[in-house]
Nanobody, 115 residues
Framework: VQLVESGGGLVQPGGSLRLSCAAS????????MSWYRQAPGKERELVAS????????KYADSMKGRFTISRDNAKNTVYLQMNSLKPEDTAVYYC?????????WGQGTQVTVSS
């Protein structure tokens, strides 16, 4: 399994970013995928999840209405569109695959929201 995130960067408050996670080494279309984030000094937290077929999503309360998770099973890629970004969204964002007791993570992509 390989998960490679991209799309992070520095953005001003109120701005937008789209993160991508390219997946390989497993049957991508068969599994739910998630995005997590970890801010300095804080525990890693769930941002959003999407089921294998892409029809059902779940968000942490603080991201509802601002973030959108989506996937393209033809490209083996999951996305996180982030709008109305706030300084408190600053974190390393990770792509996650969970199969049974197994957990796979990407290397993470840094998102910094600052003026």
């Amino acid at each position: 399994v390989q998960l490679v995130e991209s799309g992070g960067g520095l953005v001003q408050p109120g701005g937008s970013l789209r993160l991508s996670c390219a997946a390989s080494g497993f049957t991508f279309s068969s599994y739910a995928m998630s995005w997590y984030r970890q801010a300095p000094g804080k525990e890693r937290e769930l941002v959003a999840s999407i089921i294998s077929a892409g029809g059902s999503t779940k968000y942490a309360d603080s991201m509802k209405g601002r973030f959108t998770i989506s996937r393209d099973n033809a490209k083996n890629t999951v996305y996180l569109q982030m709008n109305s970004l706030k300084p408190e969204d600053t974190a390393v964002y990770y792509c996650n695959l969970r199969i049974g007791l197994g957990d796979w993570w990407g290397q993470g992509t840094q998102v910094t929201v600052s003026s």
